[in-house]
């Protein structure tokens, strides 16, 4: 492979640069010819056929001089020509519209004494002067080339055509990469760190392409790094914090020891909930599924919020239905939702209804509370994110409540979405599949 070879496949400037150079010149080429076939055909002189030319005489004597116009009018029908007769005193023709200024026509050769050729506009026509009369005879219409002109127009059309089409497929394969670009950067922004693009490229996309996959791989490092960081973290402070637990039950009871014990659970919930969020947080995780009545469950877990004195409406359908799910996490999941309602709920009704639908399970969990602003509904699932900047204990928790339950929803191959609006309540809406990948397996 030349250097020369090389550089141009390292380029992706330089590809492109030929591409269009191509191009442009291939469009000159052919506007080029057509032009040069059109002007050929324009220039094409329309001869006179020999019969007029050998009979040119007895046609002049048919006419006469004097001339008869119905013998000049006849002969002009049958010799599909037309005749032109003029002296001093008048003017006649066969072809009313006079498609020819002859008076403009310029000699062209001879033919007897008195007859001659002449050319107008590049045709030829025949002048003969006798008895004092000039006699023009020419073609009744001119025979022209607009057939083989609009072929030509069609045929450099149509060339240019293939060569846009050419050029497109051509940069459209030298783009290829772009497409593969954005859709791994789309896979990674959503947190498919594992995705790599891939390319065999030598050139500047072959280059940013790397440059992505690389960006993924420290990515995932740092995040790996921080999880485990987060985990051995929160492992260690079990230790301390059953001891303080253990200690506390040694102190007398006093309002003291109940502050002591109310923080030392929030941070023992707060750990268990870091803990579960990076667990679900794995690609690989492992639910502890086992086949439950969907309705009966929600119903039992609601249960325990029935002396909620803003009052708690569960809607389920009356026909039951079996879902494999994962308990505990699904346990999580309602009660996250129902404390949120409940905090936020201003001691409003809260309803919690169950939807079975051909190929999926929609639960809701709706309040008529303080309500959320559409800026922050994007980021509710986030880590820690709280609508309340103060981040104030009495108005919300760690802010890992939702992300837990989008975490567990994407764990069952479901999905979490949020509708609010403030000052009218707010609407948490988790979907899962009738049928899970956990309750396929068992069934087979």
Not at 123 to 138: A, N, P, S
Not at 299 to 312: A, C, F, P, R, W
Not at 395 to 403: C, P
Request: proline content about 3%; some cysteine.
């Amino acid at each position: 492979m030349t250097p020369l070879i090389q550089t141009v496949k390292r380029s992706l400037f330089l590809r492109l640069l030929l591409i269009f150079g191509a191009t442009v010149m291939l469009f000159i080429i052919i506007i080029w010819g057509s032009l040069q076939v059109m002007n050929d055909d324009n220039n094409v002189i329309d001869t006179i056929p020999d019969f007029f030319t050998r009979n040119v005489e007895s046609i002049i004597e048919d006419i006469g001089t004097p001339p008869n116009l119905r013998n000049a009018s006849r002969l002009a029908d049958e010799l599909g020509w037309s005749i032109n007769i003029r002296n001093p005193i008048m003017r006649w023709s066969s072809d009313n519209g006079y498609r020819l200024d002859v008076d403009a026509s310029e000699f062209s050769r001879k033919l007897t004494n008195d007859a001659e050729v002449r050319t107008i506009d590049n045709e030829d026509i025949i002048m003969v002067q006798r008895g004092g009369y000039d006699f023009y005879l020419y073609q009744l219409a001119r025979n022209n080339n607009d057939s083989s002109t609009y072929f030509v127009l069609y045929v450099g059309l149509g060339l240019a055509g293939l060569v846009l089409l050419a050029n497109y497929m051509m940069v459209n394969k030298l783009l290829d990469p772009v497409r593969l670009l954005k859709n791994g950067a789309e896979r990674i922004r959503k947190g498919d760190l594992s995705f790599r693009v891939k390319s065999n490229r030598q050139d500047e996309l072959g280059e940013l392409t790397q440059s992505i996959n690389h960006m993924a791989d420290s990515l995932q490092s740092m995040l790996e790094a921080k999880r485990q960081l987060l985990l051995a973290i929160s492992h260690e402070l079990r230790t301390p914090i059953t001891k303080a637990k253990l200690r506390l039950e040694f102190m007398e009871e006093t309002d003291v020891k109940e502050q002591l014990r109310e923080d030392i659970d929030e941070i023992d919930l707060l750990i268990t909930d870091l803990v579960e969020a990076e667990r679900l947080n794995n690609e690989h995780v492992v639910l502890n599924s086992e086949t439950v009545q969907i309705a009966d469950f929600v119903q039992s877990v609601t249960d325990q919020y029935e002396n909620y004195h803003g009052g708690l409406v569960v809607e389920v359908p009356e026909l039951d239905i079996d879902m494999s799910i994962d308990r505990l996490r699904i346990r999580l999941l309602i009660t996250n939702l129902l404390n949120n309602a409940i905090r936020h709920g201003l001691d409003n009704p809260i309803t919690v209804s169950l939807e079975f639908a051909p190929e999926h399970v929609v639960l809701n969990v709706i309040d008529q509370g303080e309500g959320i602003a559409a800026e922050h509904l994007a980021h509710l699932s986030e880590p820690f994110y709280r609508a309340d900047s103060s981040r104030q204990r009495h108005t919300g928790g760690f802010g890992l409540g939702l992300y837990l339950c989008r975490l567990i929803a994407a764990a069952h191959r479901g999905s979490l979405s949020i509708s609010s609006e403030v000052g009218v309540g707010t609407q948490v809406s988790v979907t899962f599949p009738r049928h899970t990948p956990a309750a396929e397996s068992e069934a087979s």
